[in-house]
Structures are given as structure tokens and as C-alpha cells.
């Protein structure tokens, strides 16, 4: 019997009395803290009579140490951190600046190398780092400054007074899998502030309940994700070399799904690599982790990874949609920031420079909240009015209807790409639509019961033990943890859809999209079709594809118990 | 004249729960602050020999709250008790160990008289006249010091460890001890005590075992677990279980083994319809022989077993436990 977390009724929180609280400890949400920290000592300088207090200004962290839920390529286009810390290369952990990119196609068994690397993949300049390393070293920088980082706490409800966000609730400590409180039972805190701002990553869940509660998607495209699926590997000595960059296009991928691979060398035979698979594929069997194993079958990758070790696996999803599925950024009393917003530029397939111009844009406009007392929806439209006026809009404006060009498949998408280039990113009509991927996904009766084109990409890959794993060897390797005894984290609204419905019509395609093995359908003879859902909730790497992706919309992530989650050291 | 502090000491079965200690400390330390004096009290029925013991300490004296009623414990006859007790002596301060019989009546003796308790101190601070009690907050990321601001009596419960027992300070002579008794209506205790818990010593120890016989998905359905259990009782093993079992509830957690469960390294592992994922093979790898039954003969746990049978384990573990009791019978 699955039980699933919700409030627990008739529980007193206690209260705390916050100016700022940023809900989310990654690159977005650090930035910002130090951008508001740097902005109080300019102005304490200035007014000694008036200083401005930092004490109460606070990030929630949802993992137990800093860092250890942030996973990206990564490499770090350094234009924003210059702005915040000019001179950072000094004493931020980068492993190598990028000397070398190349670009191929690749077919099944061989490879085309694109004739010049297409200026949006032009990477010179930009550095390889690991992101959870570098938010670990931002995250001491706030720490420095006085600012309190909670670590281990979530973000798990929004406080309103009518249209107003007033602060943010905690996560309940200590619940039991049937949702009951334990002895060592700590109820959630309210932290009442003045400003919250969501820094939460993609598909951020107080985010979620903020843009349903406004209806903030009202004009806007719909957002559209990728799913990434990254591991780290220990290569044989000159395999790579630092700072050398490929992307790849085409297999094990057909035209019908849009996608690509990074590799990174990184420092002392580290290489990053992995395979972003759009959520708008057609066929609901296919697996991305099946996808990235099969990318590294191919002679070109398996060649280099030979000999190697895998040591690192971890998976998130990352918006995809561009300006126009962008919600309004501000409000009564909050602010979002970096992939909660989804501030990337899918066609560069960066996202960390935006996240932290974004959070010391928000930091501005936070700041000048706290110094005129003034919260309100008026005055944080000023963020709004920082973004549009910023580099982030130049960046994203050119490529607004980049990804969507690609929803007719590859060829289509390309031929759009070269359009929009010369039109300064305007293309054939000036805003491209986009549809939801969970809408593109197909019923199975509409699918060649084999595949088809598709079949080496469908169902749990099998792994070898040496090159290629199975899905829960690489979880393994994610070092994810939760307390066991908890509800499940994963809200399914009617399960009875899942069993009744979803196995007949697409087969149960969460088994497939989630990475982490967290959803199973079991055989079993008393369900409808033959299958009933169980659930892993502890085996989960917090990438959201399950809240994304699942054809019904009917599953819902909230926040584990604080301190839960991947430990991405290294990522 | 100056205010009391009074430490009620706590007792269980008769018997003086020595972080009660750490209580009386604390009222040393703030009497010898504020002046105030220091009074202490235990409750119970027949607790005068703690109350004496008590009365060996630095304190103005010892009260012995006495009613049969109060034995064997319960919330409702305790509050009741201390209710009864403080509207004659009021203290301005009262002092606690925060354990859990403390957590059980506090609540409700403090609420019966309208007032409040500032629980799970680990210190206090006197500014000025003011007295401020240290607490945790955010699991220990932040202390926060409260003060009161309602009427006396102020309760106050000290986290274990806040401070040292065995520094309580003695008395040269004893502080008198003043037996008072109670009188608690039958009609105020509503609770039934049951007979006392006592946890269960955990009835496995896993990492023990020289023979585990482990269950996975492959036993199909909670009924089938018996004929596993008949394998291990026919080897004089344990059973235990890889985790969807344990999951689905069908064996305790604790003969759980894997990266969330045990970690155990018998001379002799049964694997029956485990797949082997690295999980549970981190669980179990020191064994020193393995077996494994599976159906599928690409099962990851072949990689690792000694001997291996590829076959249906409801055909295999029956044959198995026949196998094994001739053995026995003719050794």
C-alpha cells in the first residue's frame, strides 16, 4: 500500500522572522546571496548610522552538505562570475580552460566531423568544472559573509497572506512511511520574510505551486525539458586532454528525438560525459539511460572510455524552452531565479552563467526591498524590468525559437537553425509555438509493438559491467541516500489510472523515464492489466522527469525529508 | 524573600534516573547566580530513600510527593500531583530533565495551570535580571534564547548532557526532607498503564549468523517466504532478504541486507531468486561461500557465487531441504 507524504494536520510551526529567504543552494541561489551580501556592505559603508543587517537573511539547502545536489557537464561560461567576483579564476576550483572543440555526427558506426564548429558551440574562454565543487566553493564564500545556510532543509510549502508570499515553510522532520510522526518528530519551521526567492533548479516544486496558484504559464509557451544523464569516468592517461570539448549529434538517437552528447576532459583523466535526451521523444518505452549507454557502445566513445572507470552517475532535467516559456519572474513578495525560471540557452546548452546573473539581479532588487522596506509586487517588478534590460535577454533573445524548431525532428530543426541564425533568431514567423513533450509521447498501439527504428533505445539497457550498466549499478554510483522510513515523496494522484489506464495505453513509460529506478510496475495477478505501481522513493536523484514527463500529469515531487538525496561529489 | 528554584528529580520504578543529576546541577548554578533558593522534589509512592539521597546535595531541601496513586506512572496522576503541590509552594522556577516521562506530563501540567514550558535547553544566561534559556533550533544550526514573559511557575526541561551530573555539589550535612502527600481523585487518572515496554533485544543479529538463507523478488509472494524459513531452519541458519522484500513488508527491516540494510559476511550465503544488483551485493560480498539459485542465468549474483544453479527455486529449495535433512539424520 503506498502511502505518499502530505502536511501533517494540527501541527503547530515555529515561527521565524526572516528578511530574505532563498529557497535553494545552487549556483543561482549562492549568487544571489553574495550579490546581497556585497550590495549591505557597500551600503553599511555608506551609512553607518543605517546599517543594514545580514542575520536574517537565509538559504534553505535540501541536501545535507553544500553542492551535493548540483549536476551539470559542466563548463561555466565565466562572463557573469567576473561581474560578482572579478579576478574569481584566481581561487575558483576550474579544471581547465577550453583549448579544443569539435563537433560530429554520428551514425552507428561512424562519425562526421562537423567542418567548423557551429559559433553557439564555440567554447573557447569557457571553463570545464565540476558544479558541485564550485558551488561548494560559492557556497563558502556565503558562509564568509555571515549569511546562515541551512543545509538539510527543504522548501516545502509557500506562506501566503492572500496574493502575498509571506515566507516559507520547512520540511516536517521525522514522518513515518504511513505518514505518521515518529518519536524524533520535528515539525517544519516558518520562516515569515519579507522577500523569498526560488532558486530551486528546474521544475522547482514551490515554484510549481507559485506558477499554478498565478496561473504565471498564461501566455507563455509551454516549458519544455531535457532529461541529462551524466557519468564521471578515470580514463588511461592521453585519452583526452584537458579542456577538450566534444558534442555530438545524431546516433543512438533517430530523427524523431532531439538530442546530443557531451565530453569533457576534466583534470587528472576525469571526463564528464553525457547524453541529453529531449522529454518530447514519441515512443514511451524508450529509456535515456538506455540512451547514454548506447552512445558509448559507439567505436568513437567506447575507444576512449576503454580501460577507464566509471566512478560518478546522477541525472537531472533542465528547461529547454527558451524566452518565451519563461513565467513572469516576480511578484507580490518573490523572485525566480536560474533553471526555476529557466533561464538556459538550450542552443549553447548553458545555463549557469544566466543562473547567477539572475540570482545578483534578484540580489539587486532584493537589496533595495530591504533598504525602502518595500516588498511588494511594485517595487520586485524591478527585477522583472533587471532581466529584460540585462545580457540574459540579449542571450536568450537570439535564440527563442531555437529548440522549438526541432519539435518536427531533426532535419526540420536544423534547417530552422540556419534561418534563425540569419534573422538575429526571428526565423519564419516571429514566435515559434511549443507543445508540452509528455503530449507528443505516443500510445503504444500507434508504435511498431517492436520499435522499430527505435528499438536498441527501448527498455532497461543490460550493461556489461565494464562499459555500459545497468540502471541500478550506475544509480549505485549516484551515492544516493534517504531516511527509509518515510512517505513516499513521489505523489501519484490516482494510482488506479496508472494499473487501469497507463499500462494498457503507453506501458508504464515512468519505468523507463525515471533514471533512478524509483517507479516499477510489478507483475501481479489481481491488478487490471496484470501490473501494479510500486514505488523506490529512496533510490531518487531529485531530477523531477517523473513530475515532467508522465503522459497524465498525475505525479506531483515534493521535497524528501531534508537531507535526503544524490551525492554528486565531484559532478 | 527570594525566589525558589525547585529540580524535581525524576524516578522510575522506584529507582532514581541519574540524569536527574544534570538537572540539579543546573539549579546549583542559577541559584548560586540569582540568590534564589534551592529547593528539590521527587514524586512517587514509597520514594522517600531517593528523596534522602536527593537531600545529600546542596539544596535548602527536599520535598516527597507522596500518593499510592502515583505508582505505577502516569501522566494524568503526576500532573495532578505537581498541580496539587505548586499551587501551595510556588516556585518561581522549575527545573527538569527533558526525558521522556518529562515530555509525557509537562504538556499538560503546564497547560492545566496556564502556563509555559520552555523545553530542551541546553543552557541559560542571566542579562541583568532577565533569565534567557538556550534552545536549538533548525537541528542545532542555531540556538535561540527564550525568555518568559507569563506568571510563575516557569518550566524548564534541560536537554541530556546540557550539564554535568557528576559535578553536582554535595552537602556537608543534609538538607531536610519534608514528605507531603497528595490526595489525587481516582476519577483524574484516565489512563490504563500496560505492562512496561521493554524493547525487544533485537531478536537477530544478522552479522552473527554463519549461515543466512536470503530471500529475493524471485519468491513471488509473502506466502512463499515458508519454504525459505524451512531451508534455514533445516540449516540452522538465518533467514534475511534482499530489499522489495523488506519494502513490501514481508520480512522486517532489520533482515535487511544491502547498502540500506546489513552488511554481513557468513561462511555460507543462500541467494534464492536475488538478481544481484550491486545494492545488495555490497551487502554480502564477504561471505565466504555463496550460493545462488535464480531462473535467469545472466543474474548479476552468478558473477559472484561459488556455486550456482540456474532453475526455478520452488522446485530447487524443496529438493534442497529433503537433501539437507537425510544429511542430517544420517551424520
Not at chain 1, 567542418?115 to 571553463?127: A, F, K, M, Q, V
Not at chain 2, 533485544?201 to 517466504?225: C, F, P, S, W, Y
Request: charged share 25%.
Amino acid at each position: 500500500m503506498l502511502v505518499f507524504r502530505k502536511p501533517l494536520q494540527n501541527v503547530d510551526h515555529p515561527e521565524m522572522p526572516a528578511d530574505i529567504v532563498i529557497v535553494g543552494g545552487g549556483p543561482a541561489g549562492m549568487a544571489c546571496a553574495l550579490r546581497l551580501s556585497q550590495l549591505i556592505d557597500e551600503h553599511n559603508a555608506r551609512n553607518p548610522d543605517a546599517e543594514l543587517s545580514k542575520e536574517n537573511i537565509y538559504v534553505l539547502e535540501k541536501a545535507r552538505e553544500i553542492g551535493q545536489h548540483c549536476l551539470s557537464g559542466a563548463l561555466l561560461d565565466p562572463r557573469s562570475m567576473r561581474e560578482l567576483l572579478p579576478g574569481f579564476e584566481k581561487e575558483a576550483p576550474l579544471d581547465a580552460e577550453v583549448t579544443k572543440e569539435s563537433v560530429y555526427f554520428l551514425t552507428k558506426t561512424g562519425k562526421l566531423k562537423f567542418p567548423i564548429t557551429p559559433p553557439p558551440l564555440r567554447d573557447h574562454g569557457n571553463y570545464v568544472i565540476s558544479i558541485n565543487r564550485f558551488t561548494k566553493w560559492l557556497g563558502s564564500k556565503v558562509e564568509e559573509t555571515g549569511i546562515t545556510i541551512f543545509t538539510g532543509f527543504a522548501g516545502s510549502e509557500l506562506l501566503y497572506d492572500g496574493n502575498r508570499i509571506i515566507g516559507v515553510r520547512t520540511d516536517d522532520k521525522g514522518v513515518d512511511k504511513q505518514n505518521q510522526p515518529k518519536s524524533n518528530f520535528e515539525p517544519g519551521y516558518d520562516l515569515k520574510a519579507k522577500v523569498v526567492i526560488l532558486a530551486e533548479g528546474t521544475r522547482g516544486s514551490l515554484t510549481k505551486q507559485l506558477i499554478n496558484k498565478f496561473n504565471l504559464d498564461k501566455d507563455r509557451n509551454p516549458q519544455t525539458y531535457g532529461q541529462g544523464i551524466k557519468e564521471l569516468w578515470e580514463v588511461p592517461a592521453g585519452r583526452i586532454a584537458a579542456g577538450e570539448v566534444i558534442y555530438t549529434m545524431g546516433w543512438p538517437l533517430t530523427s524523431r528525438e532531439y538530442g546530443g552528447a557531451w565530453i569533457y576532459g576534466g583534470k587528472n583523466n576525469i571526463v564528464s560525459l553525457g547524453f541529453v535526451t529531449d522529454l518530447d521523444y514519441p515512443d514511451p518505452r524508450l529509456d535515456p539511460h538506455h540512451v547514454l549507454q548506447d552512445f558509448k557502445q559507439h567505436p568513437f566513445v567506447a575507444r576512449l572510455l576503454e580501460g577507464g572507470k566509471m566512478i560518478r552517475y546522477g541525472a537531472k532535467s533542465l528547461p529547454y524552452g527558451g524566452w518565451w516559456a519563461i513565467p513572469p519572474v516576480s511578484g507580490d513578495g518573490w523572485m525566480i531565479l536560474g533553471d526555476s525560471a529557466g533561464f538556459l540557452n538550450s542552443q549553447r546548452l548553458k545555463g549557469i552563467h544566466l543562473a547567477i546573473k539572475s540570482g545578483m539581479l534578484a540580489a539587486e532588487t532584493a537589496f533595495e526591498a530591504l533598504a525602502k522596506n518595500d516588498a511588494s509586487a511594485a517595487h520586485l517588478s524591478s527585477y522583472q524590468e533587471r532581466v529584460e534590460n540585462s545580457w540574459i535577454k540579449d542571450e536568450l533573445w537570439k535564440v527563442r525559437n531555437f529548440h522549438q524548431g526541432f519539435e518536427h525532428g531533426f532535419w526540420s530543426g536544423m534547417f530552422h537553425a540556419v534561418i534563425q541564425q540569419i534573422t538575429g533568431g526571428r526565423g519564419l514567423h516571429d514566435r515559434y509555438p511549443a507543445s508540452p513533450g509528455y503530449k507528443r509521447m505516443k500510445k503504444l498501439a500507434d508504435l511498431p509493438p517492436d520499435g522499430g527504428d527505435e528499438a536498441h533505445l527501448l527498455g532497461p539497457a543490460k550493461g556489461d559491467g565494464k562499459l555500459t550498466f545497468d540502471k541500478l549499478t550506475d544509480l549505485y554510483h549516484s551515492g544516493t541516500k534517504h531516511e527509509e522510513d518515510q512517505p513516499a515523496h513521489l505523489i501519484i494522484h490516482d494510482t488506479n489510472l496508472c494499473e487501469e489506464r497507463c499500462v494498457k495505453e503507453y506501458g508504464g513509460p515512468c519505468q523507463h523515464f525515471c533514471p533512478a529506478n524509483v517507479y516499477e510496475l510489478i507483475d501481479d495477478s489481481t491488478a487490471p492489466n496484470g501490473k501494479r505501481i510500486s514505488l523506490n522513493p529512496s533510490n531518487c536523484v531529485h531530477c523531477k522527469t517523473c513530475d515532467i514527463h508522465d503522459p497524465y500529469q498525475i505525479i506531483t515531487w515534493v521535497p524528501p525529508e531534508g537531507g535526503g538525496g544524490p551525492n554528486y561529489d565531484g559532478m | 524573600m527570594p525566589e525558589t528554584i525547585l529540580v524535581l528529580v525524576e524516578q522510575r520504578e522506584g529507582k532514581l534516573n541519574r540524569v536527574s543529576w544534570e538537572a540539579l546541577t543546573a539549579g546549583q548554578a542559577l541559584a548560586a547566580e540569582t540568590g534564589w533558593t534551592l529547593e528539590a522534589a521527587v514524586v512517587g509512592s514509597g520514594v522517600s530513600g531517593i528523596a534522602t539521597e536527593v537531600a545529600g546535595k546542596k539544596v535548602a531541601k527536599v520535598y516527597d510527593i507522596e500518593s499510592p496513586k502515583l505508582q505505577p506512572y502516569t501522566p494524568d496522576a503526576f500532573a495532578a500531583a505537581l498541580k496539587q503541590f505548586l499551587s501551595s509552594s510556588s516556585p518561581k522556577l522549575v527545573l527538569m530533565p527533558h526525558t521522556y516521562q518529562v515530555r509525557d506530563f509537562i504538556p499538560k501540567l503546564a497547560t492545566s495551570m496556564g502556563r509555559t514550558a520552555i523545553t530542551d535547553c541546553i543552557g541559560y544566561k542571566k542579562e541583568g535580571d532577565k533569565l534567557l534559556f538556550t534552545r536549538q533550533m533548525f537541528q542545532g544550526k542555531l540556538a535561540a534564547d527564550v525568555s518568559f514573559t507569563g506568571d510563575a511557575p516557569w518550566f524548564v526541561t534541560f536537554q541530556n548532557g546540557a550539564f554535568r551530573g557528576d559535578k553536582v555539589e554535595a552537602a556537608p550535612s543534609p538538607a531536610p526532607v519534608e514528605t507531603v502527600n497528595v490526595d489525587i481523585q481516582e476519577s483524574a487518572i484516565r489512563n490504563k498503564p500496560q505492562e512496561i515496554f521493554k524493547e525487544a533485544k533485537q531478536a537477530v543479529d544478522l552479522t552473527q549468523a554463519e549461515i543466512i538463507v536470503a530471500v529475493g523478488r524471485g519468491i513471488k509472494e509473502q506466502k512463499n517466504i515458508e519454504i525459505a524459513k524451512q531451508l534455514a531452519e533445516a540449516l540452522g541458519g538465518e533467514l534475511a532478504a534482499s530489499r522489495p522484500i523488506c519494502d513490501s513488508g514481508w520480512l522486517p527491516m532489520d533482515r535487511q541486507i544491502g547498502s540500506s540494510g546489513q552488511t554481513v559476511a557468513p561462511k555460507l550465503y543462500l541467494a534464492l531468486g536475488i538478481s544481484g544488483a550491486i545494492q545488495h551485493i555490497v551487502g554480502m560480498k564477504g561471505a565466504r561461500t555463496i550460493i545462488a539459485i535464480n531462473k535467469d542465468s545472466e543474474a548479476p549474483i552468478f558473477e559472484i557465487a561459488d556455486y550456482a544453479i540456474v532453475g526455478n527455486l520452488f522446485d530447487v529449495v524443496p529438493a534442497l531441504i529433503e537433501e539437507v535433512k537425510k544429511a542430517k539424520a544420517g551424520g
